[in-house]
Antibody, heavy 129, light 106 residues
Framework: QVQLVQSGAEMKKPGASVKIFCKASGYTFTDYYIHWVRQAPGQGLEWMGWINPNNGGTDFAQKSQGRVTMTRDTSISTAYMELSRLTSDDTAVYYC??????????????????????WGQGTLVTVSS | DIQMTQSPSSLSASVGDRVTITCRASQSISKYLNWYQQKPGRAPTLLIYAASSLQSGVPSRFSGSGSGTDFTLTISSLQPEDFATYYCQQSYTTRTFGQGTKVEIK
């Protein structure tokens, strides 16, 4: 069965960086994008970006650009998300999620719809002086 | 970026009620719309993908509909385990979520 296991909680000071891992199992790691989503305390979900484990390609939400780095190590089926120049606004639970692909059809074609089908357990990052 | 707006932000309902949550996109997204359920302290789970397809293992009391800019998630008969927060999410462009709808016990 698909499993995503994340690293443990982190406490950081403002200005520092944090690197979280997401270890995948139960499927071929390079076949599906890994996304990162965060949730501040009492708030909604915010998509941060994705990494293509096959070639290391990435795409980020505009808000994340410049501070976030996503990498992977295919030898151990693990994705990483590093966030730099932390502020208190970065205090959140960070989730990795594996892409799930579904389709809808019309009379002429089928269309791929990506979603977040499998989630890690979340990693709490607390930024405080 | 495409903005996703859910309504209501919260609702109170009783077991057995029919519940409908609405999600509106700031531009047409065809059927590139997914729904998630999140319980406190837990990761979200995928309920509906491509606007109306039920994810494997999800009870049939959940259903989704819509296309273009307007979408709905319906729970036909609310069960105790359905009290949670629900999010819509678009995949037409870079991914964005709605702000969530909290379903509480009346």
């Amino acid at each position: 069965q698909v499993q995503l296991v994340q690293s443990g909680a982190e406490m950081k000071k403002p200005g520092a960086s944090v690197k979280i891992f997401c270890k995948a199992s139960g499927y071929t790691f390079t076949d599906y994008y890994i996304h990162w989503v965060r949730q501040a305390p009492g708030q909604g979900l915010e998509w941060m970006g994705w990494i293509n484990p096959n070639n290391g390609g990435t795409d980020f939400a505009q808000k994340s650009q410049g501070r976030v780095t996503m990498t992977r190590d295919t030898s151990i089926s693990t994705a990483y998300m590093e966030l730099s120049r932390l502020t208190s606004d970065d205090t959140a639970v960070y989730y990795c999620a594996r892409e799930f692909g579904g389709y809808f059809h019309d009379s002429s074609a089928s269309y791929y719809v990506g979603s977040f089908g499998y989630w890690g357990q979340g990693t709490l990052v607390t930024v405080s002086s | 970026d495409i903005q996703m707006t859910q309504s209501p932000s919260s609702l109170s309902a009783s077991v057995g009620d029919r519940v409908t949550i609405t999600c509106r996109a700031s531009q047409s997204i065809s059927k590139y719309l997914n729904w998630y359920q999140q319980k406190p302290g837990r990761a979200p789970t995928l309920l509906i993908y491509a606007a109306s397809s039920l994810q494997s293992g999800v009870p049939s009391r959940f259903s989704g509909s819509g296309s273009g800019t307007d979408f709905t998630l319906t729970i036909s008969s609310l069960q105790p385990e359905d009290f949670a927060t629900y999010y819509c999410q678009q995949s037409y462009t870079t991914r964005t979520f709605g702000q969530g709808t909290k379903v509480e016990i009346k």
